[in-house]
C-alpha cells in the first residue's frame, strides 16, 4: 500500500474507507499508530504496518485496545500526533483509560477511531458508541464516505490539538469498507521531536486534580461547542419545509430516497457530520422552518433524543418522527428502501415499491472452520473425551465457529477472555466438567486476569488454549507470541507456556493437535487430574495452516481421498466435518464420500480416524 505515501501530484486515489482514514492521518503528521485489531477497523493498523517503514511513524499491533489507547496518549501527551483504531466493542475494552484521557487532555491530536458494527457483521453485539463520546465530554466525528473518513481524521487531529482533547472519530462498517474516490491533500515534511514537560498536578490524576480537571473539561466543551456550530462537516441541503436530520452513512440513503421519491425541491437536509457536542443553535435554527422532520439514523436515538429535546426547549411546534414512532428500525443497518419507506410515510409521498423478481434462495453457506484447520481437531478430541455432558465456555476468534454442527462445542460467550471467568463460575455451581476455550491472541487480549483468578480460587477447570500462532480471524495480525515470521520461525516475544505457568497453573501440557491419539491420551490424563480440583491448561499448538502456508510459502505434499473400502459410515462427516469432505451420488447413481481435494490441504488428521482415507502424493 505504497500509494497511499505518494504525494498530493497524483490528485485522486479510489480507497477503501480505512485506507482513507490513514491517508488523512499522514497528511495530519500522525507519528503514532497504536492498535488491536477488529472488523470492521482492522486495514487501519493492517495499512499502517504495512507502510510503517516508509512512512516514518511508529506503528504497534497492541495487546488489547486499553493498551493501544495508553501508548498512544503517552505520545500525545509528549507532543507526537498520535491514532489508535478499534472496533466498536474494542471501546468497552479502553473505556477505563478513554474516560480519564478526556480529564487529561493531550498535547498534540489524538484520534481514536470507533467502527461501529449494525446488523453485527462480525460482532457479539451492536452497540452504538456514540453515547461513549457523550458520556466522556470529547469532541465526535461521523464520516459518511471515504473522502469524509480521509477529512474527518486529518480534521479530529487538528481539533484534538487546539483544543488538547482526544477526539472521537465514529464510524461504522459500511463507511470502512466500502470503496470510493478520495481528493488527496499534501503530506508534511517536518518531523515534530518528542518532549515530555513535566506537570503532576495536571497529568496525575488524583482526586484533587481530577476536580480541577473536571471544570477544565467542562470548559472545553463549551469551546467545542462552538467548534461545533461553525463546522462545515455540518452543512444544509434544500430549501424545502419539509426536514430531514440525518449523521453517517444514513445520510446518503436519504439523499438517495429523497432524490427518488422525486421530492427534492421540497425537502431540506441537515447533514451532521460534528455530532458531539451536537450544533445546538444551528438545530434550532433549521427546525424552525420546517413542518414536519425525520430523523435518519442506525442504532439508537442518539440524534432524535437531542432534535426533540432542542425543540422542546424553543417551543418549536415542528411535528418530529423517527424511531420513537416505528418509522425508523432502531435494529440492524438501514439501506435506501427502508429510508424511502420511511420518507414517503411520514410526508404522505405516494410510493409504490417495485415488484422484485422471484429468485431462487443461494445454497446455504455458514462460515465455518477451514479445512485442516487444527481447531477442529482439538474439538474432536476435547469431545470424544469430554462427551456431551461438560459446560464448553468459549471466546471471540475463529474457533467460536466450534458451535456450528457437527462439533456443537461452544456453551457460552459473551466477550475477548470471558471464557475463563465465567469457565470459572459454572465450575463452582455446576456438578459437571468445565473445559473453556480461547485463542492464544484473545488469551493475550483478555484472558490472563481470568486465569488468575481461577488459580487463586481454585477453579476446577480445563482450559485449552487454541495456539494457532497468528491473531487469524482478523487477518493474521501478529501477537505477543507469534512464532512465524516473513524471515521464518523465530523465538516470541512472550511465551505462552511461560505466561500460564507464571500464572501459578502447576497442570501444563503441550500437543499438537493434528496428533489425534497423543492429543486424546493427554487429555484423558489431564480429565483424571481435574479430580484433584484446580486450574489445567492444556496448550493445543499447531500453526494456522494458511498463515503458515502464506509466510513460509511451503508447497503441499499430499492430498487424501476415499478409498473403496469406505463402509459409508459417515463418521468422517457426522462426527468430525472438515468442509473439504462431501457425500454425493456417483455417475453410477451410488452415494459415497469424496475429498474434494481442491479444498484438502493435507493436514492427515481424517486419515487418523478412518482406515479408508489414504495420503495421494501431488504430482510436481
Not at 462552538?226 to 455540518?234: D, G, I, R, V, Y
Not at 423517527?322 to 428500525?329: A, T, V
Not at 434462495?361 to 455432558?389: I, M, Q, W
Request: glycine share 8%; aromatic share 6%; with cysteine.
Amino acid at each position: 500500500m505504497q500509494s497511499l505515501l505518494r504525494a498530493k501530484s497524483d490528485g485522486k486515489q479510489f480507497l477503501l474507507g480505512n485506507e482513507a482514514i490513514v491517508r488523512g492521518a499522514l497528511e495530519a503528521n500522525v507519528r503514532f499508530v497504536a492498535a488491536y485489531p477488529g472488523t470492521p477497523s482492522s486495514e487501519i493498523i493492517d495499512r499502517f504496518f504495512e507502510i510503517g517503514e516508509a512512512s516514518g511513524v511508529y506503528v504497534e499491533y497492541s495487546v488489547n485496545e486499553k493498551v493501544s489507547v495508553e501508548t498512544a496518549c503517552a505520545a500525545a501527551i509528549s507532543g507526537l500526533r498520535s491514532l489508535c483504531s478499534m472496533k466498536h466493542v474494542g471501546l468497552n475494552v479502553a473505556a477505563d483509560a478513554f474516560m480519564t484521557l478526556a480529564y487529561v487532555g493531550v498535547k498534540a491530536g489524538m484520534v481514536i477511531v470507533s467502527a461501529d458494527d449494525p446488523s453485527l457483521h462480525s460482532s457479539q453485539n451492536e452497540q452504538d458508541n456514540r453515547y461513549y463520546a457523550k458520556m466522556a465530554n470529547v469532541p465526535m466525528l461521523e464520516p459518511a464516505t471515504p473522502q469524509e473518513a480521509k477529512d474527518m481524521t486529518a480534521a479530529g487531529l487538528e481539533l484534538s490539538e487546539r483544543h488538547r482533547i482526544p477526539c472521537l472519530l465514529r464510524t461504522t462498517t459500511r463507511v470502512n469498507h466500502c470503496r470510493g474516490v478520495v481528493s488527496l491533500g499534501d503530506l508534511p515534511s517536518v518531523v515534530p521531536k518528542a518532549e515530555f514537560v513535566k506537570d503532576p498536578f495536571n497529568l496525575v490524576v488524583v482526586p484533587m486534580v481530577g476536580r480541577k480537571l473536571r471544570l477544565a473539561l467542562l470548559r472545553k466543551l463549551a469551546e467545542l461547542q462552538e467548534a461545533s456550530e461553525n463546522s462545515p462537516f455540518n452543512r444544509v441541503a434544500g430549501t424545502g419545509k419539509w426536514g430531514i436530520v440525518t449523521s453517517g452513512v444514513a445520510s446518503l440513503y436519504a439523499r438517495d430516497a429523497v432524490k427518488e421519491l422525486g421530492i427534492e425541491s421540497r425537502v431540506s437536509i441537515l447533514k451532521l457530520g460534528f455530532t458531539n457536542p451536537l450544533p445546538r443553535r444551528r438545530i434550532q435554527g433549521f427546525l424552525k422552518g420546517m413542518e414536519k422532520v425525520l430523523v435518519v439514523e442506525e442504532l439508537e436515538p442518539f440524534l432524535e433524543e437531542a432534535v426533540r429535546g432542542i425543540a422542546q426547549e424553543a417551543g418549536i411546534s415542528a411535528v418530529i418522527a423517527g424511531k420513537g414512532d416505528h418509522l425508523i428500525p432502531r435494529a440492524f443497518e438501514l439501506d435506501t428502501a427502508k429510508v424511502k419507506r420511511a420518507v414517503s410515510g411520514f410526508f404522505g409521498v405516494p410510493y409504490q415499491p417495485p415488484t422484485l423478481l422471484e429468485v431462487p434462495d443461494l445454497p446455504a453457506r455458514p462460515p465455518n472452520l477451514c479445512p485442516g484447520c487444527p481447531h477442529r481437531a482439538t474439538y474432536y478430541s476435547v469431545k470424544k473425551v469430554f462427551g456431551e455432558d461438560a459446560v464448553y465456555p468459549t471466546d471471540i476468534g475463529c474457533y467460536t465457529l466450534g458451535l456450528l454442527p457437527p462439533l456443537n462445542m461452544a456453551d457460552f460467550l459473551i466477550c475477548m477472555g470471558s471464557s475463563i471467568s465465567t469457565a470459572g463460575g459454572f465450575s463452582k455451581v455446576l456438578d459437571r466438567p468445565v473445559v473453556a476455550f480461547i485463542g492464544d491472541s484473545t488469551f493475550f487480549h483478555g484472558g490472563i486476569p481470568g486465569l488468575v483468578n481461577a488459580v487463586t480460587h481454585r477453579h476446577n477447570l480445563l482450559l485449552v488454549i487454541l495456539d494457532n500462532g497468528t491473531t487469524a480471524m482478523t487477518g493474521h495480525q501478529p501477537h505477543p507470541g507469534v512464532e512465524i515470521t516473513a524471515e521464518g520461525v523465530k523465538e516470541p516475544a512472550v511465551k505462552l507456556e511461560d505466561v500460564v505457568r507464571g500464572c501459578g497453573v502447576q497442570r501444563v501440557r503441550v500437543v499438537n493437535p493434528l496428533q489425534v491419539k497423543k492429543t486424546e491420551e493427554v487429555l484423558k490424563e489431564l480429565r483424571e487430574a481435574m479430580k484433584e480440583g484446580g486450574v489445567s491448561v492444556l496448550i493445543s499448538k499447531s500453526p494456522c495452516p494458511l498463515f503458515e502456508r502464506r509466510m513460509l510459502k511451503k508447497k503441499q505434499k499430499v492430498v487424501f481421498q476415499v478409498v473403496e473400502s469406505c463402509n459409508l459410515c459417515k463418521e468422517c462427516l457426522t462426527s468430525f466435518g472438515c468442509p473439504a469432505f462431501v457425500w454425493e451420488k456417483g455417475s453410477d447413481r451410488e452415494e459415497r464420500v469424496r475429498i474434494n481435494e481442491a479444498l484438502c490441504n493435507g493436514c492427515g488428521v481424517c486419515s487418523q480416524l478412518c482406515s479408508s482415507i489414504k495420503p495421494k502424493r501431488i504430482e510436481a
